[in-house]
């Protein structure tokens, strides 16, 4: 068994947008530009926040963060959105997510141009990607893609189980799976016989949110397991949807939680930016 080490594959994601950022910047005169809209003060927000514009900092682009007051009117939001829109040194938005109680978050995100939708949350990226043709595709399943890449493992006719079908993560990752060409199979809260399902399945995703849903035992051997959940265990620890101990014992790679999905995330966002600032210029 390897462990996919998340932390030094989003490293070496992060050195390649540098990279990238660079090459960017000496073309254009400017550095990509990637704009964080927070409103309200929810301290977990904050945090993340703060995480992607330092991560944006480090990586060469230019990270800014608008901070709006909890009570900021729909209209204000979506007018700020239009505004950033219109800007031409911004390549990125990101509206950090839960809004604040009384705001719709759909609108605002519906608001946000296509080419700088770096989280891959508009319904035109969403229909790209079901389409197979290139866009903006969302952070983390983009991240647990690069994970099994890093593998080596070719997906072209494995069966992959995706656990978890929310827009944000189970189906994006299911419909990458398709496109490269596993054989994909949908759990959800509703499916009859998960075990049965993990037993056949050459790569196991799990997005659920519910602490070692996938037990070690059910692991076929040699599978790939990408554990995406992030739960709080009894004695305050984080522990992810697999049982990992005993799952390692099958599979043949497996991430870890923490140090797995977690720290690819934000580097796929950034990745996702200078993808957006490279097209916006071409
Ligand atoms: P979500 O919107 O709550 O979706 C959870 C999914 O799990 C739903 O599709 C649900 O099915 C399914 N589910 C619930 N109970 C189930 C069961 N008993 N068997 C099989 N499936 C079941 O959550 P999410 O936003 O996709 O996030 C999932 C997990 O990933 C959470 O722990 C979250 O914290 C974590 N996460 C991590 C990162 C990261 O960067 N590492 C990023 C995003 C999310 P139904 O559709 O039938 O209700």
New binding site residues.
Partial sequence: MTVLDGKAIAKKVRAEVKERAEAFASAHGRKPGLHVVLVGDDPASQVYVKMKERAAGKAGLEGKVHRLPGDTSQADLEGLVSKLNADPAIDGILVQLPLPDGLDAQPVIDAIDVGKDVDGLTPMNAGLLQEGRPGLQPC?PSGCMRLIAETGVELSGKRALV????A???KPIALMLLAANATVTI?????AD?EARVRESDVVIA????PE?VRGEWVKQGAVVID????RSDDGNLIG?VEYATAAENAAWITPVPGG??PM?IAMLLSNTVTAAERREA
Avoid: K
């Fill in positions: 983390t656990i978890g079908r929310s944000l993560v189970g759990a959800h809260s509703r499916t998960l997005a659920v949110g519910w849903i995406v959940g992030i739960n949807d999905v977690g995330t």
